[in-house]
């Protein structure tokens, strides 16, 4: 069985420029995740989606942040314009996931942003 | 007090030794996730308990819901174990997990 796919694996942009995430969960899971993992720091939950709609979304800064999943498959993580303080790994998960999005998340290899 | 708190914080040990790394949390949960960060970031999901215990390979975890608490052994540890492990649960009231601070495992050859 694949696994949760993320690219690109690495990243280096300046601030102020845009930069974008892509995540291909594991096949019929219908939750997935995005977290931001900056170092040293647990994982933060950016967004959670349930198919293609959004389920939480409170800790997703909102003004430079934006995500979608267009089919309720593949999701996309977009930040525009970017700032230091967002170099962090973005991971993203899924899970075969009821309504409450619990049971096991399976997560991708993540990639690691640095804004210089 | 962190909700999820993990013992110890670091631990270096030789190839070949047992490995116990305890999860403790003061929260309902219904479910507690063991998972492994290796330095290039990825996170390997490990096992997700409710009650007991598992086992996979020369990984085992178990859980005490009465006592809220939680252990990950490693048997005949090696170098290749070495990585960061993570305890998170799945608390009763919200489906978000909750983090513990990782444990940083160093095997030796």
């Known amino acids: 069985e694949a696994g949760v796919a993320q690219s690109p694996r690495y990243k280096i942009i300046e601030k102020r420029q845009s930069v974008a995430f892509w995540c291909n969960p594991i096949s019929g899971h219908a939750t997935l995740y995005w977290y931001q993992q900056i170092l040293g720091q647990g994982p933060k939950l950016l967004i959670q989606?349930?198919?293609?709609?959004?389920?939480?979304d409170s800790q997703l800064p909102k003004d430079r942040f934006s995500a979608e999943r267009l089919k309720g498959v593949d999701s996309t993580l977009k930040i525009q314009p970017a700032k230091l303080e967002d170099s962090a790994v973005y991971l993203c998960?899924?899970?075969?996931?009821?309504?409450?999005?619990?049971?096991?998340?399976?997560f991708g290899p993540g990639t690691r942003l640095t804004v210089t | 007090k962190n909700e999820v708190e993990q013992s110890p914080q670091n631990l270096t040990a030789q190839e070949g030794e047992f490995i116990t790394i305890n999860c403790s949390y003061s929260?309902?949960?219904?479910?507690l996730h063991w998972l492994q960060q290796h330095p290039g970031g990825g996170i390997v999901s490990l096992f997700m308990?409710?009650?007991?215990?598992k086992k996979h390979g020369r990984l085992i975890a178990t859980i005490n819901i009465q006592e809220k608490h939680s252990s990950l052994h490693i048997t005949a540890s090696h170098p290749r174990d070495s990585a960061v492990y993570i305890c998170a649960v799945n608390p009763d009231s919200n489906y978000q997990l909750i983090w513990g601070a990782g444990t940083k495992l160093i095997i030796k050859p």
């Open positions: 998960a899924s899970s075969l996931g009821a309504a409450s999005g619990r049971g096991e998340q399976y």
């Open positions: 308990l409710s009650s007991g215990k």
């Open positions: 989606f349930q198919n293609n709609g959004v389920v939480d």
């Open positions: 929260v309902g949960i219904s479910a």
